[in-house]
């Protein structure tokens, strides 16, 4: 190797560029999409846990290890990477463990007026919290701790989706203290 | 692969070269496997699949996850169709307290790889290995595409099984090997896989006529000349010199480990061989003694006696007793089985001393070569 | 869930735009397709190697001389595809070849457009049939034709 410099604008300089195109305008990027197709089969526990949906019902998984609950359930304690065979059902009732105002719309959501509160909903009973929509109230209204109810699809709307439940809205009950409020699985491990 | 990538891999493995020479290498052995194959994983997902086989590895050996002192997976984010898929996988290691871990977009092979070199820092004396794959999910054809040259080829969009019919094609006309050749090797695999229960592919008493009379469906591969795409992952654990002793009776030690890479552009190769084949089974020791199996992870019968060439193998070897990937081919974990598969044979006290092989890339592009040994 | 129940499918795709630059050795590539031209790069050795890369694949020398080569060529080697990928720039079934140019050393891979297997044979000499309108990329052309004894007007 020679000590030249071997910055790339230093090595590109050296190219020679044939003289039957060197006057024309040169090529400098190309355009190469990829698109990919997949045929996503969930595991028996994800459709478990979609086919209650459909029917209103919230699944979640409880941890042989210590009882900890996980919603939505993915068939394992992520604790402990042991599985998790029992289901348990849970109320459509929570409250509200953290939240965001999103005001920047996201592509794909035009159905999504800003700004928007996404949150995260600690379902009565669960160990770990899943991404909400809260709405039905004015966003400065939310709070940590704000108790919240699903509202869900219409019945002849409902599918083995996660779109069944159109926001969360709060209940009006007794918000959850601050320091009681939100994830509590990782507490359970450290007592 | 760009020659930056290359030049690096040109330090690293010279410096394993001079480590060698003064052998100031840590003993690191293989103490515990397991794995799993089938067509289609349709009972669990991928996350329990491997919190099944990495319980077991651990369970077997009597090691929780806290003793564990590094963690390595190998798979791909394209192939499962998602962006940072193996975080998901990570809830299978139960990774709680928070662990140390890597991850290759790779064959598991070269995440075992990565733990080797971690233990030879002497950090840590244990490392957790895994690898999966779900190509039923997704076109892996198209997928192993996307590795391509981007100008050149990618764009193209060339299968791999497709490339992989112009290397045995270059081999039938320069009369390097004959469909004879191919179908024996077909047959092989389909004998040796009856007794593997990870196999898809068996055959007890399938004839040659009948493999050479399959239909052609990759100009010039039959149906059994390519390999059997099928789900599955595999669980591997290393530990170093008396913490090896300890976990197991019959560790199998790795005695020498390499891997090459050859140009990524296809028509500057001579595809009829695989010279980062033979350069990496030669770092790794594979002439200082006799070999009684070897696994060889080729995608086609083709490959499978480019390997066999390029590793000398002799009928004094085994090869592929587990019936290879032509048998059951799983993308990102094909060649951590092979690992695994003579790692086993050795702990059993079947065989004492083999090699195990692991490609990435089109047409044996990059290759890894394992020499495992029992005492 | 009941066996009755057939497993809940999603379809799942994934998709990415990608604009890659290709600075100067693969744009002037480029930039010949456009112009219906092949040009390789020398090597360390003196050798042509075509596509162009910006290195030498084994003095990993940088490389800057480019030159034209033919528009025809031989066969090296040769499958058939059958049906064409969704995204390939193909529709119909047609031989995947690499090809090596005439004042070339090294080969690429491209299609050549002929009916079915049986018109493919290794060694076969094949010219280049370009789109009618090129914008500077790999698909610029077409494939590669049976070479034909008449020549090009």
Partial sequence: ?191 | ?375 | MSELEKPLRAELTVEYPFTRTTGKVIGAFMTGLREKRLFGIKRSDGSILVPPLEYDPVSSEPLTEMVEVSQNGIVETWTWIDPPRPQSPWDTPHALALIRLDGSDTSMLHAVLVDSPSDMRTGMRVTANWKEERIGHIADLEGFVKETKEADS
């Fill in chain 1, 1 to 191: 190797m020679t000590e030249a410099d071997f910055s790339p604008a230093a090595l590109s300089e050296e190219v020679e560029i044939p003289e039957s195109i060197s006057g024309l305008e040169p090529v400098r990027s190309v355009r190469t999409p990829i698109r990919l197709v997949y045929d996503f089969v969930p595991s028996p526990s994800v459709q478990e846990y979609l086919r209650s949906y459909s029917e209103r019902k919230i699944l979640g998984h409880r941890s042989p290890v210590d009882g900890a609950v996980f919603v939505p359930p993915r068939g394992v304690d992520p604790r402990h990477g042991v599985l998790i065979e029992e289901s348990v059902e849970l109320s459509d009732r929570g409250h509200v463990g953290n939240f965001c105002v999103t005001h920047l719309p996201i592509p794909g959501r035009d159905d999504l007026d800003t700004p928007y509160v996404s949150a995260w909903i600690h379902l009565d009973g669960a160990n770990v919290g899943f991404l909400g929509l809260v709405a039905g109230c004015d966003n400065d209204e939310v709070h940590i701790g704000m108790r919240v109810q699903a509202v869900w699809k219409e019945q002849e709307e409902l599918g083995n989706t996660a779109e069944n439940i159109l926001y969360w809205k709060p209940t009006g009950e007794p918000s959850v203290p601050i320091e009681k409020a939100g994830n509590r699985a990782w507490d359970r491990t450290n007592e």
């Fill in chain 2, 1 to 375: 692969m760009n020659l930056q990538f290359l030049s690096k891999k040109l330090v690293i493995a010279h410096g394993i070269e001079q480590m060698n020479k003064t052998n100031s290498f840590r003993d690191v052995a293989v103490v515990s496997v397991a794995s799993h194959q089938t067509k289609i994983l349709s009972e669990v997902n991928e996350v329990q699949l491997m919190a099944n086989l990495i319980s077991k590895c651990r369970n077997s050996i009597g090691v929780t996850q806290e003793e564990i002192g590094f963690t390595c997976s190998g798979s791909s984010d394209f192939l499962a169709g998602q962006a940072f898929s193996f975080v998901h996988t990570l809830d299978s290691v139960g990774a709680f307290p928070p662990i140390s871990e890597s991850h290759v977009e790779m064959d598991g092979a070269f995440a075992l790889y990565e733990a080797w070199v971690k233990l030879q820092i002497g950090e840590v004396d244990t490392a957790l290995v895994y690898s999966y794959g779900k190509p039923s999910a997704g076109s892996i054809i198209d997928v192993l595409a996307t590795q391509l040259d981007p100008y050149y080829v990618a764009p193209l969009w060339p299968d791999c099984f497709s490339l992989a019919a112009l290397q045995a094609r270059l081999l039938l006309e320069k009369g390097l090997t004959t469909f004879e050749r191919m179908s024996e090797i077909a047959m092989r695999s389909q004998n040796n896989g009856f007794d593997n229960p990870n196999a898809v592919r068996t055959s007890k008493d399938i004839s040659l006529e009948n493999l050479m009379n399959e239909p052609v469906i990759v100009d010039p591969l039959r149906t059994s000349d390519i390999s059997e795409i099928a789900d599955g992952g595999c669980a591997v654990i290393l530990a170093a010199e008396d913490k090896a002793k300890s976990l197991c009776e019959r560790p199998a030690w790795i005695k020498g480990i390499d891997h090459r890479i050859d140009s990524h552009s296809l028509g500057v190769r001579d595809l009829t061989g695989s010279p980062s084949a033979f350069l990496a089974a030669e770092k790794a020791g594979r002439n200082s003694d006799r070999l009684d199996l070897a696994e060889i992870h080729g995608m086609t019968s083709a490959q499978e006696l480019i390997l066999e060439k390029e590793f000398s193998l002799s009928e004094k070897t085994h090869i592929n007793l587990s019936g290879g990937a032509l048998a059951a081919d799983t993308m990102m974990a094909s060649g951590l089985i092979r690992i695994a598969e003579v790692a086993s044979r050795i702990m059993s006290g079947q065989m004492d001393r083999g090699l195990a092989h692991a490609t990435s890339g089109p047409c044996l592009q990059q290759n890894l070569v394992c020499i495992l040994e029992g005492k």
